[in-house]
């Protein structure tokens, strides 16, 4: 049956849904049906891994509206084994869409010689179908798991169970992919699966100049004609980029395959250095899984690089942060499981947190770009960081940069081309003076601050640093499941011209009254449509 129904607010209890929402899990599909026979109007939710109540709530203020978490096959104890079916003849596997990624990749990992998705997201702990209907990814080739996507059961306004893939009825497939909730109640997924060899990891500090040059010599290879070459630059292949210091980790994923059975849990000695730790070295609760994920400050590999001191205070103060930030961060280079390789994502949000707040509170935002456009934009945000304009409190934290291939979602940030995916943690509209106050208060809890700052008045740096992400030398779009969206403007016909008509004579046939319209029915606007 259905759990009791809640409060509707994202996984640190910010961003709640306004007054006369409610939040439910539904165990069956006649509990699907019945929600959606009743007035109101209803959205898909899983554990709560947004940043934006615009989209991911189901109603307006005052409006009677239902997020729901659809749990079909959930057992009492919620263990996953009966919601995730694996073919290893066709390397495919089928979970329902309650399953979080993170508990999926563990079972892949276990399950006969032991298999993984094939483009691992680097966020873990949002359910399946979440992450599938958001366009949630990692550093690949390949694509988010949007695009990897093979099929999908969905319920329908009118309580049809509909199951949907590239063959049966490709149009609707390529909306389903990246449908931020608008379409229907995605309830399982079906996606590839490869064998989990171990992963070498692969870490190198390295200039912010050096950086941008491997950046921009993919994006020539791109323009050139060498599509693939470029990807194959790419691919598995992050930098963290501490911008006040000019200096950037490049992260590179390799798989190993004949090291299989042989993988080293020993993990490489850290490079010469020295000095203190600068995060207690101690579990930080956070995630769903913090003992098992590690979530361990590492010992301090190396000094971070001089402050460039004729900047000004601002850049300066911002520069101290980071400091702190790399010496936390430093990766040695490891042969692991694929999992535990990729893991370290995890870790880095938790050192963040523990370094950046004294409320373990932040908003994620992320933006992507074209790959041709990438060397331009790069530069522009640079400049714009420590030269003359010093947006370097923008960056207090350092910058996550990824690529993603194109695929075919019709909302997919990549549908029309290989991207570039800027990541950024906004803490600073968190630490105000009433949250200080607040937490001395006893039984203070960091869920449901109320003295949160708005960014574009309180955080005017970052407000500039969107504005040159959002112009036309970037030409950012913002990723559908974290914060900021539609709140720096939003239009559906100018960010997907070729396909946004498309997606919404889907909507027009599976959702023709509005019943998964959300709290946002200004975002889906297809009035200008034919």
Known sequence: GGADSSPAENF???????????????????????????????????????????????GGEGEESTVVVPALGRVADGSVGESIVVDEEKGTVRADGWVLTS???????????????????????????GAVATGTHGSSRHGSLSGQLLGADVVLANGTLLNVDGESRPDLFDALRVSVGRLGLITSVELPIVPNAPVRRESTTMSAREFLGEVAAAAQLYTDGEA??????????????????GVANRVAFEARPG??????????????????????????????????DGLVAPELARRAPDIRVELDNAVVGAQAVARNMFASMQLPNATLADREA??????????????????????QYEFSFPLEKAPACLEALAEAATGERALANAF???????????????????????RVFLNIED???????????ASLQPGFSSRGLTGRTDPQVGNPEFQALVDLLRSDVCGARIHWGKAGFPRWGFSGPEEYPETWCRFGEVVRELDPEGKFAGASEGTWDFSSCS
Not at 228 to 245: G, T
Not at 268 to 287: I, K, V
Not at 343 to 363: G, P, W
């Open 259 to 292: 090291d299989r059975g042989d993988a080293t849990r020993e993990v490489e000695g850290s490079p010469a250095g020295g000095g203190s730790t600068t995060a207690a070295a101690a579990q930080y609760e956070f995630g769903r899984h913090p003992a098992r």
């Open 103 to 129: 508990d999926l990749l563990d079972f892949l990992a276990r399950y006969g010689k032991g298999w993984t998705l094939r483009g691992v997201p680097y966020w873990i702990h949002q359910t399946i179908a």
């Open 12 to 58: 640190q209890g910010q961003h709640a849904c306004p007054a006369g929402s409610r939040a439910v899990v539904a165990g069956s599909l006649e509990e699907l049906r019945e929600l959606l026979a009743a007035p109101g109007k209803v959205k898909a939710g899983g554990s709560g891994h947004n940043w934006g109540a615009d989209l991911a709530c189901a």
């Open 342 to 363: 990729r893991i370290t994502s995890t870790r880095e949000m938790a050192l963040e947190n523990a370094l950046h707040s004294d409320y373990a509170v932040f908003d």
């Open 228 to 245: 693939e070459a470029a990807l194959e630059a790419l691919d598995e292949r992050q930098y963290i980029w501490f911008v006040p210091l």
């Open 396 to 418: 207090t934290t350092p910058a996550l940069v990824r690529f993603v291939g194109q695929e075919a979602g019709l909302l997919s940030h990549t549908h029309d081309g290989p």
């Open 427 to 437: 803490y600073q509209s968190y630490n105000t003076f009433a949250n200080m106050q």
